[in-house]
Structure formats: C-alpha cells, structure tokens
C-alpha cells in the first residue's frame, strides 16, 4: 500500500506560481514512477506531467509545456510540479499518482498505468 500525500494548492492570479508537493509513504520510491492529473470541474481527468524513478526522463503534456516543470527528490521521497505563467484554464483540482511497476527511464501518461493516486490537492487561477 501507497500513500500520496499532496500540499501546495492554492488560489492565484493570472500569471503567478505555485508549487506542488507530494509525498509518498513507500519504501520502493525510488523505483516509482510518478505522474500529475488534473480534473476540471465538469471534464475527465486529465495528464500533466510524469517523471521515471530516476528522474532522468520526464514527459510533459503539450498545454503545459514551457511553464510546468516536473521534479523528485528521491530521499525526500518526494515529487514536486513547479507551475509557473499559470492560466485561468490551469484550475483544477492536481492529483498526484504513483505506478510501482515503472521501468528505468519511463514516465507514463496514461490513468491506468498509476496504481495509487493521493486525494488531490485545488489549484484556482484568477483572471
């Protein structure tokens, strides 16, 4: 069992930054791979970012390319999503997610592949 903790959420304007956390309660972290959803109110939840165990590969979803950066710090047990010139469109509610069964440089993008999710941390943007 995985737990996934997210902070960091918050109301910001237009153009502004945020920073999300998520800690993971796992002894095998270190070859997790991790991924940010988002869900919008009203859509499906969506895929932003995914980092391999390492960290040597990352994949970013083309909305957020150039503004979202996707990090862990594997001692820390931690993944981090700095989100910066964030847009009106970006609100959602940000949940982190873990796939235990990552290979060495992969970074999923699909729901399904993520075994455990945390309970999601809100992100609002105002114009």
């Known amino acids: 069992q995985v737990q996934l903790v997210e902070s960091g959420g918050g109301l910001v304007q237009a153009g502004g930054s945020l920073r999300l956390s998520c800690s993971a309660s796992?002894?095998?972290?270190?070859?997790?791979?991790m991924g940010w959803f988002r869900q919008a109110p009203g859509k499906e939840r969506e895929f932003v970012a995914s980092?391999?165990?390492?960290?040597?590969?990352?994949v970013l979803a083309d909305s957020v390319k150039g503004r979202f950066t996707i990090s862990r710090v594997n001692p820390k047990d931690t993944v981090y999503l700095q989100m910066n010139s964030l847009k009106p469109e970006d609100t959602a509610i940000y949940f982190c997610?873990?796939?235990?069964?990552?290979?060495?440089?992969?970074?999923?993008?699909?729901?399904?592949?993520?075994?455990?999710w945390g309970q999601g941390t809100q992100v609002t943007v105002s114009s």
């Open positions: 997610a873990a796939d235990i069964d990552g290979k060495p440089l992969y970074a999923g993008t699909e729901r399904y592949e993520y075994d455990y």
């Open positions: 796992t002894r095998t972290f270190r070859s997790t791979v």
């Open positions: 980092i391999s165990p390492g960290g040597g590969r990352t």
